[in-house]
């Protein structure tokens, strides 16, 4: 069992080898440090490694493990947070310097909740700056790169939270989804990025991007630890006011039935989200709708709303929002704001209120129409995007015959289930020709997100959707066991 | 509907309570060079389309909240 293979295992696998005492959280602390330290400056996943504070808490670990207190899954478990997410003690950054007046008073709940399971926290991930944007660029902090290829974006906006995970820096993360900001890098990454229902996790101590449509997701190595982040997450919290006060399922038990999917019917909406999309992606999706039909799900064709003005609705939510939550900041501290948020946010000051009350209706229009297809179906699948990782520099994509920008093509279909609040899911579909990720997405019922799992989970049990480890860990390892410095690829400026 | 003029803009910063846009940016909005915004006179030209949709009194959305369904 090497260190290579540790920092690929997923929560569960960690969780057995703590608990049969083949390693100790210490030791597996130190293991993702190291890492981290070796990793940060070619990932760039990170804007802060807290190793003193880590290495306490998986000592606290190791105690409870002794005393044999065991406070469930994600006991030592490493996990790293984006830099939305207050961490008491550290300064919330929104991956700008200079941007935080000084370090948290208090853990975000979701923090606390993690710590009370006995989880680790290695530090916090880097984004692009206050979430603003796709492809993760960020003037401070580097651009985190894609585990498949350097050369590439992890996507954003929780680009280190992916990067963190996929490089093998840590097991899991946290993240904001705003348009598809966890679900985005996590599969362009290889990895499962869960959204869940809007106020299923409380977001209280999360910087915000935009109230209407900002929800708390997880990146993970499988659906099963995602389930398990889940069920420590999910909680109504009434100091939020968005959060929900629905009961909590049981995420976990579901996931290892393996009775068939008989009696579920799986929503295809070809309209759109199969449309100006790679081949490849088409076909991997096509493949996993076949795989669920063989595992006794139906498969239906479904129609959602009209999506022509979708992004015009939620660009009209979420800039006047954003430009309110940082009005403060905007005029004491510009210097922190780089030029493209800085133009959005103009953008925001100058949509008129009605504009922005229609939107906001227009959402409850969604909201009812995509609920009326879901009273035929349990879950949707469409692609996760319709492109793989783009290149370092890409500005615009032209996908059979639909020239747009990169960022905008890389939310296409996932920004529409935030204005919705459907649960949703990306998990992996396959490699494609150029060795990079393919992931689908399946969408649920409000608060479904146990029926969601579990449909991933099927997807999961293929082992022609599994994705290899990232050829870059076997590189970096060859070139740090050589004593060479750095990772000996070939690598384009980040930013 | 008009084409937006960047002097639109500007004389809205001076007498409705803005905050302080350069110049630089309020060109961007009129007529994007740098590719960091697609343009608001795409989305002014969107927002008046989307004017001729009777929402009746649907009101805007807030939180969610589970559906009972008959196969649930």
Known sequence: ?495 | MDPLQRETLLRACRQLACHDWSDAEITELVAPRHGIITGFQDLLTQQDALRALDLGTLPPAEGVRAKVRDDE
């Open chain 1, 1 to 495: 069992m090497s260190d290579g293979d540790l920092a690929f295992d997923s929560a569960s696998d960690l969780g057995r080898l703590l608990r049969a005492r083949r390693i100790s959280a210490v030791e597996l602390t130190q293991l993702f440090l190291a890492r981290a330290e070796a990793l940060n400056s070619l990932s760039k996943a990170f804007t802060r490694v807290t190793e003193t504070e880590a290495l306490k808490a998986a000592k606290a670990a190791d105690s409870a493990l002794a005393r044999g207190d065991d406070p469930g899954p994600l006991l030592a478990i490493p996990f790293t947070s984006k830099d939305m997410i207050d961490i008491a003690g550290q300064p919330t950054s929104g991956g700008a310097k200079g941007f935080a007046d000084g370090p948290a008073t208090a853990d975000a709940p979701v923090i606390a909740s993690l710590r009370a399971a006995g989880a680790v926290s290695l530090g916090k991930a880097n984004l692009h700056a206050f979430a603003y944007g796709a492809t993760g660029e960020n003037r401070d902090f580097g651009t985190a790169v894609n585990a498949y290829d350097p050369g590439r974006l992890a996507g954003g906006s929780s680009s280190g939270s992916a990067a963190s995970v996929a490089f093998g820096l840590a097991t899991a993360s946290l993240g904001t989804d705003t348009g598809g900001s966890v679900r985005v890098p996590a599969a362009l990454s290889g990895l499962v990025g869960l959204k869940p229902t809007y106020g299923r996790i409380s977001l209280r101590g999360v910087l915000p991007f935009s109230w209407s449509l900002d929800h708390l997701g997880t990146i993970t190595r499988t659906v099963r630890d995602a389930a398990a982040l889940l069920q420590c997450l999910a909680a109504f919290d009434p100091q939020d006011p968005a959060s929900a006060p629905e009961p909590v399922s049981d995420y976990l038990s579901p996931l290892g039935d393996p009775a068939p999917l008989t009696g579920l019917t799986i929503g295809v909406p070809r309209r759109f989200f199969f449309e100006h999309a790679d081949d490849e992606i088409l076909a991997a999706a096509e493949a996993v709708l076949l795989s669920l039909e063989g595992a006794g799900a139906k498969v239906r064709e479904v129609a959602l709303p009209e999506m022509t003005h979708a992004r015009t609705v939620a660009l009209t939510v979420q800039m006047p929002e954003a430009l309110s939550l940082h009005a403060s900041h905007l005029d004491r501290k510009p210097e922190v704001y780089s030029d493209d948020f800085r133009a959005g946010l103009a953008l925001g000051q100058f949509i008129l209120a009605e504009h922005f009350i229609r939107a906001k209706r227009i959402m409850t229009l969604y909201r009812r129409q995509t609920e009326a297809v879901f009273d035929g179906v349990d879950v949707l699948l469409t692609p996760a995007t319709p492109l793989v990782a783009p290149e370092f520099g890409t500005v615009s994509t032209k996908i059979g015959g639909l020239e747009e920008p990169v960022g905008n093509a890389m939310m296409r279909f996932s920004t529409f289930f935030n204005m919705t609040g459907h649960p949703a899911i990306t998990l992996p579909s396959g490699l494609s020709s150029q060795g990079l990720p393919m992931s689908v997405q399946l969408v649920g019922r409000y608060f479904d997100e146990a029926k969601l799992l579990r449909v991933a989970s099927k997807v999961e049990e293929e082992e022609r959707f599994r994705l290899p480890r990232p050829l870059l860990h076997r590189q970096e390892k060859a070139a740090r066991e050589d004593g060479a410095e750095g990772s000996g690829l070939t690598r384009r400026p980040a930013s």
